[in-house]
């Protein structure tokens, strides 16, 4: 399983390097602000290679891991980094991540479509998954026929959103007629 942080930038949580690294950094170059791990969504996603340039976030968190050494040829370089990627052979990982209910507010359900973006319209730059003078919820519903595993996913959610609220519905209820029998 792995969790996607699809928070704009300046929100995402970032691991530090391991304090021996950052020591040695430091010491080779006292200024240097190169603390944090590579960032799957931040970093390793936008610097993919050209040949992955049309596929989602989505599918690179599920089928790819990163690598530090060459040691095979299947082995992809980011760009800008010293890391590869290497496709998985068998299962891909499952991709999490925070859920947001739409329902709640207008600006949930914004929230919820630029995650829903982010996670399935390829892009290099936070910039891109969003159409000029457009919300996120009108750019979903512009690019919804052109992303099929985005509409998919979209309806598998609002699917599994319906069948909880009836769950709830369906609780209150038992809970109101067990209270009215005593």
């Known amino acids: 399983m792995r969790f996607a942080d699809l928070e704009p930038a300046h929100k995402a ?7 021996t690294e950052i020591n040695q950094l430091l010491q080779s170059n006292p200024d240097s602000q190169d603390i944090f791990l590579p960032h799957w969504v931040l970093d390793i996603y936008p610097a993919r290679p050209d040949e992955m340039e049309d596929m989602s976030l989505h599918e690179l968190l599920s089928w790819y891991e990163r690598h530090r050494a060459v040691t095979q040829k299947e ?5 800008g980094f010293g890391l590869y990627l290497r496709r998985r052979t068998v299962k891909p990982y499952i991709v999490t991540h925070k859920l947001i209910n739409p329902q709640k507010s ?3 359900k914004e929230r919820y479509f630029y995650q829903l973006l982010k996670l399935f319209k390829p892009w290099r730059s936070e910039l ?8 996120f919820s009108e750019t979903f519903a512009a690019e919804i026929s052109r992303l099929p595993e985005m ?3 979209h309806d598998r959610n609002v699917q599994a959103e319906e069948q909880e609220e009836q769950m709830e519905n369906d609780v209150r209820v ?4 067990t209270n009215s029998t005593r």
């Open 13 to 19: 949580k970032r691991v530090l390097k391991p304090a």
């Open 75 to 79: 082995l992809l370089q980011l760009k």
């Open 106 to 108: 207008e600006e949930n």
């Open 128 to 135: 891109e998954f969003s159409l000029s003078d457009r919300t």
């Open 151 to 153: 509409a998919a996913y």
């Open 174 to 177: 038992c809970k109101q007629n």
